[in-house]
């Protein structure tokens, strides 16, 4: 890897095939899928009953760049990108009750702070700006990133950052694994002491986001699992996991 290829993946990447491959990171999304899910129950469980116990949210950190590369290879492979943004946006409106009962249940009745956003709504706004960049639409790009970093939505402008980063280097894996691996090491040494969810390592705080580097491997070293899950189990998965949450929560 030299500096002639991290240019030219960054300003002149490939344009998208109509046919054939796309990307030559992973496509077994299923496989990937699976473990956001799961690192992403793990990290709610320990939000919602654990939060002193730092092991839970580590293991969640997995889930979201997962999430947003899944995303750029739908953007890609994608037949119809309004149906899937309006997918996104109907699960976003189903999950949004059960979402704030699990983690925010004091916004209706006492604070009256209803601007929580559950993480679907992160994930349109990504894919929406992403469509934008994808379309040259620039104005949809901007007002989108806009959007997303300016109201009080989960992640922020992290997905967007995310996805252009898996889209611009989906011919570059080796340029793409290290952008992305780069990205995340200023929390080698920004973490808080007081935080329980940071670790401590030779008298340096390590925030609790570095996490997210073991997820690399599966985004850019291709799976062949053959693993086969029906799409709506895991649109369906994220507002009955949550509301499973809230039950138990309301219960205690």
């Known amino acids: ?26 496509l077994d999304t299923d496989l990937l899928k699976l473990v956001a899910i799961i690192s992403m129950l793990i990290d709610h469980i320990g939000g919602a009953f654990f939060p002193g116990v730092g092991v839970f949210r580590w293991a969640g950190r997995l889930a979201f760049p997962i999430f947003c590369y899944c995303m750029t290879v739908g953007l890609l492979y994608t037949r119809d990108i309004r149906r899937y943004l309006g997918r996104l946006a109907v ?3 189903v999950s949004q009750p059960f979402y704030v009962l699990a983690f925010h249940p004091w916004d209706w009745w006492a604070d009256l702070n209803w601007t929580n956003w559950n993480i679907f709504f992160t994930l349109f706004l990504s894919l929406l700006a992403m469509y934008g960049w994808k379309e ?14 300016w109201w009080n939505f989960d992640y922020s402008g992290t997905g967007i950052q995310l996805m252009l980063l898996f889209f611009l280097c989906r011919n570059h894996p080796k340029v793409g694994a290290a952008l992305y691996v780069l ?3 200023p929390a080698l040494w920004s ?11 030779g008298g340096i705080t390590v925030d609790w986001t570095i996490f997210a580097i073991l997820a690399a491997p599966l985004i850019f070293i291709p799976t062949r699992s053959n693993l086969k899950i029906p799409k709506w189990f895991f649109y369906a998965f994220y507002p009955a996991h949550l509301a499973v949450i809230a039950m138990v929560q309301f219960m205690l």
């Open 183 to 185: 990205s995340y090491l």
């Open 91 to 93: 699960f976003a409106l």
């Open 191 to 201: 973490g808080y002491p007081e935080d329980p969810r940071c670790l401590i390592l």
């Open 1 to 26: 890897m030299n500096t002639a290829n991290i240019r030219r993946a960054l300003t002149v990447p490939a344009a998208v095939p109509a046919a054939g491959p796309r990307l030559r990171t992973n």
């Open 136 to 149: 040259r639409k620039w104005w949809l790009f901007i007002v989108t990133l806009f959007a997303v970093c």
